[in-house]
């Protein structure tokens, strides 16, 4: 088999793996004991070329922490298909909430359709 070949179905073996290793979970909302804070600044993610090639499309869901003047401070991916959490991650980064007394988290969920 030629390597590329060999590559590219190696490729999509662990996508598939991936897809089916990372459960579907609908929550909407976050932790109860936060109050969510509405954006101010939204930037929309780049659908990644690799995952429009491979016809990746779903839900990637973030656990954002937000800093008292409202830019995101950290990042964690909490599900999603792998090529696209990066996307979701460097678009939520330059997010920009309203500031707050306190830190706070908030579960987010960037769609690719």
Not at 35 to 49: A, E, F, G, I
Not at 69 to 89: E, M, N, R, T
Not at 90 to 109: C, G, L, S
Request: hydrophobic share 40%; net charge positive; glycine share 4%.
């Amino acid at each position: 088999m030629a390597r590329p070949k060999k590559i590219l179905i190696l490729t999509l073996m662990a996508t598939l793996v991936a897809m089916f290793a990372i459960p579907p979970q609908m929550v909407h909302g976050q932790d109860s004991n936060e109050v969510k804070r509405k954006v101010k600044t939204q930037v929309t993610p780049v659908y990644p070329d690799l995952a429009r090639r491979m016809n990746v499309h779903g839900k990637v869901r973030l656990q954002v922490t937000v800093a008292p003047d409202g830019s995101v401070k950290s990042i964690h991916v909490l599900g999603g298909h792998p090529i696209l959490a990066s996307a979701s991650q460097d678009a939520v980064r330059n997010w920009k909430f309203e500031p707050a007394p306190k830190e706070t988290t908030q579960i987010i969920e960037v769609n690719f359709d």
